[in-house]
T-cell receptor, first 114, second 115 residues
Framework: AQSVSQHNHHVILSEAASLELGCNYS??????LFWYVQYPGQHLQLLLK??????LVKGIKGFEAEFIKSKFSFNLRKPSVQWSDTAEYFC????????????FGTGTRLTIIP | DSGVTQTPKHLITATGQRVTLRCSPR?????VYWYQQSLDQGLQFLIQ???????AKGNILERFSAQQFPDLHSELNLSSLELGDSALYFC??????????????FGPGTRLTVL
């Protein structure tokens, strides 16, 4: 069975600081990887996704993530965070093909201090 | 706006009651997924439908059921409600793209409060 681990439960940063949120997954086959963001009181929005190809993917709002297959990791990064990035961030995985369910990590709550 | 709609936005009900949550997928999407988000369980997959047929089941309680109608909208029925069923219920949809991966688009969710 697939599983996703997000080790940072709550991260607090000052504006302009750099961000890296960890995500590790457990699955023996080929996967799709996603980062979703949930702003307070809102629904899940896709930040970025990795299907295949270049392991460094760029998403919306200046976010990027790097897929490291050997480490089963897909960490999310942003060089300079803003107060508006305050939200909860979820890493998710599903099998490469088959239009299958997403398995989510427990989420990381990010608080940006102005 | 993802194109996925869910009604109602909020639902407050009492223990033992039955409620129905509704989801309309994006135009053209045949797959509908239901997820539950709660403080103690996180985001968990409940059930998936594809073109009217159940395709996959996750951690869905026997008190819960779902269906997808010919117009592709889906309903999640929750019965004999318990306090622990209070959660945010998300619906997502995706296009069927055989042989290629795709992403799921999420609706705004229905917040269920059981008193």
């Amino acid at each position: 069975a697939q599983s996703v681990s997000q080790h940072n439960h709550h991260v607090i940063l000052s504006e302009a600081a750099s961000l890296e949120l960890g995500c590790n997954y457990s699955y023996g086959g080929t996967v799709n990887l996603f980062w979703y963001v949930q702003y307070p009181g809102q629904h899940l929005q896709l930040l970025l996704k990795y299907f295949s190809g270049d392991p460094l993917v760029k998403g919306i709002k200046g976010f990027e993530a790097e897929f490291i297959k050997s480490k089963f990791s897909f960490n999310l990064r942003k060089p300079s965070v803003q107060w508006s990035d305050t939200a909860e961030y979820f890493c998710a995985v599903n099998r490469r093909f088959g239009n299958e369910k997403l398995t989510f990590g427990t989420g990381t709550r990010l608080t940006i201090i102005p | 706006d993802s194109g996925v709609t869910q009604t109602p936005k909020h639902l407050i009900t009492a223990t033992g009651q039955r409620v129905t949550l509704r989801c309309s997928p994006r135009s053209g999407d045949l797959s509908v997924y239901w997820y539950q988000q709660s403080l103690d369980q996180g985001l968990q997959f409940l059930i998936q439908y594809y073109n009217g047929e159940e395709r996959a089941k996750g951690n869905i309680l026997e008190r819960f059921s779902a269906q997808q109608f010919p117009d592709l909208h889906s309903e999640l029925n929750l019965s004999s409600l318990e306090l622990g069923d209070s959660a945010l219920y998300f619906c997502a949809s995706s296009v069927e793209n055989w042989g290629a991966p795709n992403e799921q688009f999420f609706g705004p969710g229905t917040r269920l409060t059981v008193l």
